[in-house]
């Protein structure tokens, strides 16, 4: 049996990096993972449980495959706890290929970073055994080997997906600003176009008040003089 452990931080708040690890796979920097299909998802004491099954290429040699067996799509189980009101993410995955003869159990936990709490802290640990089949030791280095490779190539994927989700972010925001400048101008537009009709609407009803007045003040003015006796 062997036990590789590790730890490591992101400078990214707690949120946004669970939020990268239901996103992580698949992506270009870890294409040994090619999916992820959740098996069953409930909610249980304000704790989300998920039950996934991982696919995965291990890319294991030819004088490995002789004596475990092919597979080109070796399939896991991952099962994860998210409790957000104590900010703990825990994912604890197991293989199911080649189950007879290798256990890969791995545990993965995220939380804020005691020290800074706008960082967020991964522990990783996976113990590997082998059993019932020859150089079992030589295989468990080699696959240990190969989660700490992995375990890299998952980091730099995280940041990735984390990339992708701040331009996301940043390209709602935009868009709100950009949709709430569009309204402002069409507000102002309508506003400047009701205000011109009503001045254009009280221009108009002036002049024609005061040309209603001066026919009325001539016309009095003609009966006046025309209405006068003469002596």
């Known amino acids: 049996m062997k036990i590789w452990t590790s730890e490591h931080t992101f400078n990214h708040p707690w949120e946004t990096v669970c939020q990268a690890a239901w996103r992580k796979y698949p992506n270009p ?14 909610v249980e004491g304000g704790v989300l449980l ?11 040699p030819r004088w490995v495959s002789s004596i475990v ?6 399939y896991a189980i ?3 706890e998210v409790n957000p009101s104590s900010k703990q993410m825990i994912l604890k995955t197991r293989n199911l290929t080649f189950g007879s003869f290798i ?9 804020p970073h005691p020290e800074d709490v706008s960082k967020t802290l991964l522990k990783q640990e996976a113990v590997v055994t082998v059993q019932s089949v020859p150089l079992h030791n030589y295989m468990e280095d080699l696959l240990t080997s190969t989660i700490m490779t992995n375990a890299g190539k998952g980091r730099q994927a995280m940041e990735w997906v984390i990339g992708k989700i701040e331009k ?4 709602i925001k935009n868009t709100a600003v950009k949709s709430t400048d569009e309204l402002l101008n069409q507000t102002k537009k309508s506003f400047d176009d009701i205000t011109t009709t009503a001045r254009k609407s009280m221009d108009g009803l002036s002049s024609a008040a005061k040309k209603s007045f001066d026919e009325f ?4 003015g003609s009966t006046t003089f025309q209405g006068i006796p003469k002596f």
Not at 50 to 60: E, F
Not at 168 to 171: K, L, T
């Open 29 to 42: 920097m870890n294409p040994a993972v090619i999916g992820t299909d959740v098996i069953e998802r409930k």
């Open 50 to 60: 998920t039950h996934r099954l991982v696919s995965s290429k291990w890319g294991l």
């Open 69 to 74: 067996g092919p597979s080109n799509i070796c």
């Open 78 to 80: 991952e099962k994860s």
């Open 103 to 111: 256990a890969v159990d791995e545990t993965l936990s995220y939380q």
């Open 168 to 171: 996301e972010m940043s390209d």
């Open 217 to 220: 003040h001539n016309a009095a």
